[in-house]
């Protein structure tokens, strides 16, 4: 069993960045894969990025490519988004979730993961 907790949301303006960070319970953090999505009011949740179990290798959606960064301390048990250049269309509640890997590579974005953390809000204003 893994819980997730997100934090570091908030209101921004336009080309301002936040951090959310992700803490993580459980002893077995560096066996899963973690990854970021979001969802805004009457669409669908989508990935926003993901990070493999060492953290070496990344990926992301093409929306946020070059203006977010993902990254995790496996010794912290925490994931991490900066998001800088923020845009009014990256306002949503984002989410931290973990899927079990046997292997460190890059999974797709449509895969299925695990535990969910119960989100943060987060507003870009124009």
């Known amino acids: 069993q893994v819980q997730l907790v997100e934090s570091g949301g908030g209101l921004v303006q336009t080309g301002g960045s936040l951090r959310l960070s992700c803490a993580a319970s459980?002893?077995?953090?560096?066996?899963?894969?973690m990854g970021w999505f979001r969802q805004a009011p009457g669409k669908e949740r989508e990935f926003v990025a993901a990070?493999?179990?060492?953290?070496?290798?990344?990926s992301y959606a093409d929306s946020v490519k070059g203006r977010f960064t993902i990254s995790r301390v496996n010794a912290e048990n925490g994931v991490y988004l900066q998001m800088d250049s923020l845009k009014p269309e990256d306002t949503a509640v984002y989410y931290c979730?973990?899927?079990?890997?046997?292997?460190?590579?890059?999974?797709?974005?449509?895969?299925?993961?695990?535990?969910w953390g119960q989100g943060t809000q987060v507003t870009v204003s124009s």
């Open positions: 459980g002893r077995t953090f560096s066996s899963y894969a």
């Open positions: 990070v493999t179990l060492s953290g070496t290798r990344t």
């Open positions: 979730a973990a899927k079990y890997m046997a292997y460190d590579v890059v999974i797709p974005p449509r895969s299925r993961y695990e535990y």
